[in-house]
């Protein structure tokens, strides 16, 4: 059994923000050797996220747009009492999911033709990380 | 380390439909002889979902209910502009998550009493796939 | 590879209530003795769920509140019908999400800086179960 753990940074100039990392991810599971296993992909901060949707901007702004809707920003947030302002965006990662693993069949992610991979920042402008970690054969 | 990798074909006659897997991937679990691992089962389309709730028709009908509210099918997303009409599927996968490991202790599925997995369809009438992959000892 | 699974039960005072189980796990992975693998948490009950995020209470009051909102409880779910009256319970499960998959890298969980894990119960006052599953090498 292998493993092979690398880390990405980010800090995304808007405040929310939907960033495409596929490339990435195919080049973890290149460098890993790995055959057959899977890529665990996730987010290290809890006011993000890692998805896997389309590869299409109108998309991205949709899902921001519904995430205001069901996890509206609002001041009165109990968890503002400790001086944080982003409760909203905790709040938009448990919608969201924040991690994924991506099956790897024959040296390859194993994904449906549209599914690409996506780390999805709701409080940005700051240094994060997502981890990736392969592992199988 | 042991894997086994299989695909479900779906085409649900319904646009929006929730349907049980739990029996095939029991099969894939035997047809594994894996006795200590994980079947990791996921949705390879973006508009649909793997979950595991409850297996009462009842509650089906409310989730998807639900859904319609929680992410509503609306002629104004940006996605639209692709001539894609479906945003609000791609909304409830979101909402649904894509995939579940489901552990494997002596060669059975070690599920809670209720515990069932299922496929959950939100732009159905074509056809669609679910991979799983059995791995472990 | 090694595996190594333990399971916790709750019975919660409350009927909604957030657990922090962060020093469980941490115990499993010492006890397995896995330096490079994972550490699997799942809800074994289809009212309860296992989830990522803030150890801040302000924020676990906030989620529990937003909930009720997302998924609110009602009278007339479908579900009721077979006698439960717990519908919403299942749906927060759906929103929050039942299983994690925590990396484990030189032996510790490989976790962001607030990363914790929690049990969240949505139907308490009676007995449920979390499997643990930590597995690697």
Not at 97 to 118: A, N, S
Request: net charge neutral; aromatic share 10%; hydrophobic share 40%.
């Amino acid at each position: 059994m292998k493993f092979h753990t690398k880390y990405l940074w980010f800090n995304t100039k808007a405040e929310k923000e939907i960033v495409p990392i596929q490339s990435e991810v195919e080049s973890a599971v290149r460098e890993s050797g790995i055959k057959e296993g899977f890529a665990f992909v996730s987010a290290m901060h809890i006011t993000s996220s890692v998805f896997v949707n389309d590869h299409e901007p109108g998309l991205w702004s949709d899902i921001l747009g519904w995430l205001e809707q069901v996890a509206p920003a609002r001041a009165d947030y109990a968890h503002h009492k400790t001086g944080e302002t982003n409760a909203d965006a905790h709040l938009k990662r448990l919608v969201m999911g924040h991690q994924v693993m991506l099956p790897i069949t024959g040296g390859k992610l194993d994904l449906g033709p549209w599914e690409r991979v996506f780390y999805g920042e709701f409080d940005g402008k700051r240094r994060k990380r997502v981890i990736i970690k392969v592992f199988g054969e």
